[in-house]
């Protein structure tokens, strides 16, 4: 980029901007906490407007501290830590504690845009840090990063256009955020309650309606099965085989798959056919042992591999799709979770003896695939915004490089739709 071509200069950020840290009050005084002057860590920041801070402290908290006070529409930056090199911008006075830097800009940069550009030069920054757990950048590292700007206007046209991006990415989450929280607590009421408005009776699940059945799996299902224990790799040559990484919670992932050669005895047998249901039956974490997927036929010739269970239904007596939900919900999660047995390398397992004595709810079909139809409206609903999201999330990757590097002008650019 050339800079007196395209009006843009260079400058190191020391130049434009005043940086300081905080500090942390006393923790022997409790008289120092609990006031009303937020207190911003660096494990806060996460590249936005908005984080939430933990604690607040005092004014005499502040005053007999090395924390200070920093104006609204300050850049804050991680010096430190699992967020180092994470920013945001103070909407709000605030102070903050040694692992954080606020920058202060001059009347050449403005301040949404200097964010923008620091977020831009991570990787730059962070080619400088040092220590080992926890990685380290120092102020005189940000003072010394040499910030590319164009005029004020354009500084601002760009943290303008950016923000709107992240703005649109924000909003997306809001809409998964609340769809996830709709759809449980719907899992619940339509788990206990149905849709035909019955009156309820109390079962070794908890309440259900009068017309529900609650039996053992093993009287529903059809068959219960290991996977292949080939060894597997990324080499194509072999079958899909799909592996704990791939039952992601509901439906299978192929993001990260691996291939094997199933013996003999296993081709045809141990293919997955649309419907099955796989269940995790080794895990480290306790909760997620007898997690549960659908196979929707994402792949074609697909095994699975010894470490999951594949349980195949008659979906005229009982509705994958319910039973998929059903093992979802908190009573569905804790009966098998409850029931796996720490190993001596420290995994937890569950059996198939112990997915046959799961207890579910089985009411009329027509309502299970009502309430299974119901219930996958939410998932789609998810699954848009998920896409939107990353849509969005490529977008803001994009435009940062190109405005920051003046590949692209925001006279250029139209990003009305």
């Known amino acids: 980029?050339?800079?007196?071509?395209?009006?843009?200069?260079?400058?190191?950020?020391?130049?434009?901007?005043?940086?300081?840290?905080?500090?942390?009050?006393?923790?022997?005084?409790?008289?120092?906490?609990?006031?009303?002057?937020?207190?911003?860590?660096?494990?806060?920041?996460?590249?936005?407007?908005?984080?939430?801070?933990e604690e607040h402290i005092t004014e005499a908290g502040l005053k007999n501290s090395s924390a200070k006070i920093f104006s609204s529409g300050t850049v804050l930056i991680a010096l430190y830590g699992a967020t180092v090199g994470k920013t945001s911008i103070l909407r709000t006075d605030a102070s903050t504690n040694q692992a954080v830097c606020g920058i202060t800009p001059?009347?050449?940069?403005?301040?949404?845009?200097?964010?923008?550009?620091?977020?831009?030069?991570?990787?730059?920054?962070?080619?400088?840090?040092?220590?080992?757990?926890?990685?380290?950048?120092?102020?005189?590292?940000?003072?010394?990063?040499?910030?590319?700007?164009?005029?004020?206007?354009?500084?601002?046209k760009i943290a303008d256009i950016l923000s709107t991006v992240q703005r649109a990415i924000e909003a997306q989450e809001r809409i998964i955020q609340t769809t996830t929280e709709l759809k449980k607590a719907l899992?619940?009421?339509?788990?206990?309650?149905?849709?035909?408005?019955?009156?309820?009776?109390?079962?070794?699940?908890?309440?259900?309606?009068?017309?529900?059945?609650?039996?053992?799996?093993?009287?529903?299902?059809?068959?219960?099965q290991y996977g292949t224990s080939v060894k597997c790799g990324y080499d194509l040559d072999g079958k899909a085989v799909l592996r704990i990484p791939n039952v992601v919670g509901g439906h299978v992932d192929p993001a990260d798959l691996k291939f094997g050669k199933p013996k003999k005895n296993e081709l045809g047998k141990l293919a997955l056919e649309r419907g099955d249901l796989l269940f995790v039956r080794t895990n480290g974490v306790k909760e997620n042992a007898g997690r549960c997927s659908k196979f929707n036929g994402?792949?074609?010739?697909?095994?699975?591999?010894?470490?999951?269970?594949?349980?195949?239904?008659?979906?005229?007596?009982?509705?994958?799709?319910?039973?998929?939900?059903?093992?979802?919900?908190?009573?569905?999660?804790?009966?098998?979770?409850?029931?796996?047995?720490?190993?001596?390398?420290?995994?937890f397992n569950?059996?198939?003896?112990?997915?046959?004595?799961?207890?579910?709810?089985?009411?009329?079909?027509?309502?299970?695939?009502?309430?299974?139809?119901?219930?996958?409206?939410?998932?789609?609903?998810?699954?848009?915004?998920?896409?939107?999201?990353?849509?969005?999330?490529?977008?803001?990757?994009?435009?940062?490089?190109?405005?920051?590097?003046a590949k692209t002008r925001v006279h250029e650019l139209d990003i009305s739709e």
Request: glycine share 6%; net charge negative.
């Open 1 to 53: 980029m050339s800079g007196s071509e395209n009006n843009w200069q260079s400058r190191p950020l020391g130049e434009l901007a005043t940086t300081t840290s905080g500090g942390t009050p006393s923790r022997k005084r409790k008289d120092y906490y609990g006031g009303s002057i937020p207190w911003v860590k660096s494990g806060e920041l996460n590249d936005d407007y908005i984080f939430e801070t």
């Open 106 to 156: 001059g009347p050449d940069l403005d301040a949404g845009y200097l964010r923008y550009h620091l977020i831009s030069l991570r990787r730059e920054l962070l080619s400088h840090r040092y220590g080992g757990a926890q990685p380290n950048i120092s102020q005189q590292i940000v003072r010394n990063q040499k910030i590319a700007y164009p005029p004020l206007p354009e500084q601002k």
């Open 187 to 224: 899992m619940h009421k339509l788990f206990t309650e149905g849709l035909r408005n019955e009156p309820q009776k109390q079962t070794e699940i908890g309440p259900v309606p009068e017309s529900w059945e609650v039996v053992k799996l093993e009287t529903k299902a059809d068959s219960f």
């Open 298 to 347: 994402e792949l074609a010739d697909c095994y699975f591999a010894s470490y999951l269970i594949r349980v195949r239904l008659d979906p005229t007596v009982l509705n994958p799709d319910f039973l998929n939900e059903y093992s979802r919900t908190e009573v569905g999660t804790s009966f098998l979770s409850g029931k796996a047995i720490r190993t001596a390398d420290g995994k």
């Open 350 to 405: 569950i059996n198939s003896g112990t997915l046959k004595t799961m207890l579910v709810p089985v009411p009329a079909i027509e309502e299970q695939e009502e309430i299974a139809r119901t219930l996958a409206l939410l998932d789609d609903k998810t699954n848009n915004a998920l896409s939107k999201k990353t849509s969005l999330q490529d977008l803001f990757r994009t435009l940062l490089h190109e405005l920051m590097t």
